[in-house]
């Protein structure tokens, strides 16, 4: 089925795992081209095993499933799956997290990840229109050493990474301990997100800021339940990449139409919309687009904004070259046709 013109508006995706872009068919190729077998008789099985009680449940499916993950090659083919679906979807520049201390876990290097992910994203804006930016994650229940350690196997590839995230499960693994790493990654000139208050409470969102420095926050879902939060966020402008789907199916909400999104954008957040890990959560970003639309009555003006914010929040700030990309995007999302269609 074709995706309403709506959910293809002109974006930008920033809040997005490439190993959460796997679809179950391309597992299961990159298994038999592994040698590896799967635990799941074929895609439809796999597919019944998305249905996930809370963020512990989805990683641990989420950090199994990567074993089909060794190859440059393999890398590559996951980036470029998920491009080509991205372009469907109004994706016009995206800013793509990888988990490296995933990968070398099971003995797949940094050079392996970076150089196959990148050989997908050199030709991006040629085979799909769209501008890409690579940023590394740390594991925030792994150790600060690893992090350090990881941060240190990046170096060769730096050109190749704009900056770094942190992400895994959030409860009890607060951004404090990775005060080092942030500091030593900010001195190498990388830009700086982390996920805080997915499932943590604002105190996560409150350590990120003040602790790691960073520049957006990746969820920042529970803000509102803190108004100086809120007034801190919005004076700085500091963008949070919601991701309702993933709420939904992680169930930190219950319902879509309970998403906190609206209330956001009326606090004078600078909000925008993404699909974290869209082959296990039902949806790519313009879905996500689509189903806040219905389900949160967002007008046409509002998803116009959710676009535009998603340029501004980006890293498009970093050179003449880019700004000028950004402003051509921002532009694509003022012309865009939206008042004769009616979803
Ligand atoms: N890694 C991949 N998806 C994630 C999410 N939604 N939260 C934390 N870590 C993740
Ligand atoms: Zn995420």
Redesign the pocket.
């Known amino acids: 089925m074709s995706l309403a013109p709506l959910a293809r508006i002109p974006k930008a995706e920033l809040h997005l795992?490439i190993?959460?872009t796997l679809e179950p068919e391309l597992a299961f190729e990159l298994a038999a081209r592994n040698g590896i077998t799967l635990p799941y008789a074929d895609t439809e099985e796999l597919r019944k095993a998305y249905l996930f009680a809370d963020?512990q449940s989805?990683?641990d499916l989420?950090y199994s499933l990567m074993a089909v993950l060794v190859t440059e090659d393999d890398f590559e083919a996951l980036a470029d799956a998920y491009l080509a679906r991205a372009a469907e979807q109004g994706v016009r520049h995206a800013e793509i997290?990888f988990?490296p201390q995933a990968h070398a876990a099971r003995g797949v290097e940094m050079g392996t990840v970076v150089e196959g992910l990148h050989r997908a994203l050199a030709r991006s804006e040629a085979r799909h229109g769209i501008s890409t930016k690579l940023i590394m994650?740390f594991l925030r229940d792994r150790s600060a050493e690893s992090a350090m350690e990881t941060l240190e196997a990046a170096k060769p590839y730096l050109d190749r990474i704009v900056g770094i995230g942190l992400?895994?499960?959030?409860v009890g693994n607060p951004a404090s301990k990775f005060r080092e790493v942030y500091e030593a990654a900010g001195a190498l000139g990388l830009r700086k997100v982390a996920?805080a208050g997915?499932e943590g409470d604002p105190s996560y969102v409150w350590e990120a800021l003040d602790i790691l420095g960073v520049e957006r926050v990746d969820?920042g879902l529970r803000s509102l339940e803190d108004p100086e939060l809120v007034t801190r966020l919005v004076r700085d402008r500091i963008p949070l990449t919601l991701?309702p789907l993933?709420n939904v199916r992680?169930r930190t909400i219950d319902m879509l139409e309970d998403h906190p999104l609206v209330k956001m954008m009326d606090a004078g957040l600078l909000c925008t919309v993404n699909s974290?890990?869209p082959s296990y959560f039902g949806g790519y970003v313009g879905d996500t687009f689509h189903a806040v639309h219905e389900a949160l009555g967002i007008d046409h003006e509002r998803v116009r904004e959710l676009a535009r914010n998603s340029f501004v929040a980006s890293f498009l700030d970093g050179s003449a070259e880019d700004e000028a990309l950004r402003a051509r995007y921002i532009a694509e999302v003022e012309a865009y046709e939206l008042d004769d269609i009616s979803g």
């Open positions: 795992h190993e959460g963020l989805f990683l989420y997290f988990d994650c992400d895994s499960a959030e996920h997915e969820h991701c993933s992680l974290d890990d």
